[in-house]
């Protein structure tokens, strides 16, 4: 079995905000790169699950 853990997914810096009231400005969040996202997008579901 072949373990693939970075080759489909991005880090993305993101900043804080009224809109994004749980990230700090800077924090770096991992998403897996399976749909094209919005950065606001990877944001609220990366916190909404």
């Not at 079995?1 to 810096?13: E, P, R």
């Not at 800077?26 to 996202?37: C, Q, T």
Request: proline share 2%; glycine share 10%; net charge positive.
């Amino acid at each position: 079995m072949k373990s693939s853990i970075c080759t489909s997914c991005v880090f993305i810096k993101a900043s804080g905000g009224c809109m994004r009231p749980l990230i700090k400005n800077g924090d770096v969040i991992f998403v897996r790169k399976k749909f094209n996202y919005r950065l606001g997008d990877i944001v609220l579901y990366e916190i909404n699950g």
